[in-house]
């Protein structure tokens, strides 16, 4: 560690997540087997030269600096020191400098360089001497959630909710690392992220948010009191009604990539947010936050597995897009409790909001949820020769799970050596969601009643399925001899 600075190398101490997350009642994620004091050590040192050499982005076109989060995912999943050595030295050869500001930042011109990302390392000083005296959660009231840190009394302000998720939430994923494995330097980084952001979503995450209406039900509501809202309207609801709402037939390409985003906002921001806006959620129920950051999970993983299931090819289009949908949203139980109940109602809400804009601005897919499951991808098997069975067995020597008898085995160690910085994160996030909702069965009445045609068929294997074809779909890639971030699949969903 003598390349880092003494303050750096103490911003990244040995993550400690046993210690960093509460209440036990949210589902924050563990890590895997495998830590060892060497992988800690290539971790550490490969988060403080992160943090002292490389800029947010690793272009002017706000491409995102992803080291972080690849060596945090590999090493969560237990890869040796080697490999997370090699995932840093995978990413390093692109990185831009960090950009010396053109001033500092403080609490009186804090406002007036959010945006811009020459101001990235003035912001890293600024939380960081903010965290010397508050926790966690101090500072994500004070300088994401507070109508202050918002909108302070008018239509325009700081929007740090907004810019929190902005570029494809980027931001809460870089902090919820930081939170969850208990890393200050990680979590004052993914503040400046968000400072670093534009407020791009303005019309999904409007001031109505801070409305005197959340904070009066829950000082009001006790668990004995009805709710405000009898009909609970679950995601899966929301996800109905915009595949049967005309407006958003038919989508085409009509912009770049990214510039679909920004497309889709103009031209149907003001429909998202009211659909959006029709989910129900219960302040009075301490249980509600669990329940609904639920039908997230379960929203965004059948919108990246199952819209992106093709039947006809009988492979998953594995969108880029949709992706980070799935890997952000392991890190809503961990934001969430550090967070008022308040905050984290306006979390969860400009969270689904955002998630149903670009799943919309790529193209809008349905769900075959019951052609999905019929197909045979409950238990999916490795792609090359199994090593022969160990004797005595359980089970046949014939028996797939023989040579086989935890698929999650194989799907994690291909995406630990899977030259992809994306995957790791991806997948350490369905193993998460399939160890925590896979023993859901089908037809449970919270699924069934909803909307959602084919909701009934979904049960705990969803996350494993999609997993394995998440696998499948980067070794064909793989074999077509598909470099870099061509990877993943970005053609999208478009009327043709």
């Not at 009211?274 to 999970?297: C, F, M, T």
């Amino acid at each position: 560690m003598a390349n880092t600075t003494k303050t750096t190398q103490d911003l990244f101490p040995a993550p400690d997540p046993l210690h960093s997350t509460t209440p036990a009642s949210l589902p924050t994620p563990a890590v895997w087997p495998g830590i060892s004091p060497d992988s800690t050590e290539a971790l550490r040192h490969a988060l403080q030269l992160n943090h002292e050499k490389w800029h947010v982005f690793f272009n002017e076109q706000g491409f995102h600096n992803h080291i972080a989060h690849y060596v945090l995912a590999l090493w969560a999943l237990g890869a040796p020191a080697e490999i997370i050595r090699a995932a840093y030295a995978s990413l390093e050869g692109e990185q831009m400098s960090v950009i010396e500001p053109p001033g500092k930042i403080t609490r009186e011109n804090f406002g007036i360089h959010l945006g811009d990302h020459r101001y990235w390392k003035a912001y890293l000083a600024f939380f960081r001497n903010a965290m010397q005296t508050k926790g966690v959660s101090e500072m994500l009231e004070e300088y994401v959630f507070d109508i202050k840190a918002n909108f302070d009394g008018g239509e325009k302000g700081q929007e740090m909710l907004n810019r929190f998720l902005d570029g494809l939430l980027h931001p809460i994923i870089h902090a919820g690392y930081g939170i969850e494995l208990g890393i200050p330097g990680t979590v004052v980084e993914g503040l400046a992220s968000a400072a670093a952001h534009k407020a791009t979503a303005s019309i999904l995450i409007p001031p109505s948010l801070w409305s005197a209406n959340i904070e009066r039900n829950i000082e009001s509501l006790t668990v004995q009191d009805a709710p405000l809202n009898n009909k609970n309207i679950h995601a899966f609801t929301v996800l109905a009604r915009i595949l049967k709402d005309t407006r958003f037939d038919d989508i085409t390409l009509d912009d770049t990539e990214v510039g679909m985003y920004y497309t889709t906002l103009a031209r149907w921001g003001n429909a998202i947010r009211d659909h959006a806006d029709a989910w129900s959620y219960n302040a009075s129920d301490p249980g509600e936050v669990a329940r609904k950051i639920e039908e997230l999970v379960w929203a965004n993983t059948i919108i990246y597995g199952v819209a992106g299931w093709d039947k006809a090819k009988g492979e998953l289009s594995a969108d880029f897009f949709y992706m980070h949908l799935v890997t952000s949203s392991i890190f809503l139980p961990t934001v969430a409790a550090h967070l008022k109940p308040a905050s984290q109602e306006r979390l969860l809400r400009a969270y689904f909001v955002v998630c149903l804009a670009w799943w919309i601005m790529r193209g809008r897919p349905g769900f075959d949820i019951k052609g999905f499951f019929a197909q045979d991808t409950a238990y999916p098997l490795p792609q090359y020769s199994t090593p022969p069975v160990n004797t005595p067995s359980l089970l046949s020597s014939e028996s797939p799970q023989a040579h086989t008898p935890n698929p999650w085995f194989h799907i994690i160690e291909h995406a630990l050596t899977n030259p992809d910085d994306h995957l790791p994160k991806l997948q350490r996030a369905l193993a998460h969601w399939g160890s925590v909702y896979g023993g859901r069965k089908a037809g449970e009445t919270d699924f069934e009643g909803t909307e959602l045609e084919g909701a009934e068929s979904l049960d705990g294997s969803l996350f494993l399925r999609v997993a394995g074809l998440t696998k499948l779909r980067m070794v064909r890639l793989r074999e077509e001899h598909v470099e870099g971030p061509r990877y993943w699949d970005r053609r999208g969903f478009y009327a043709a």
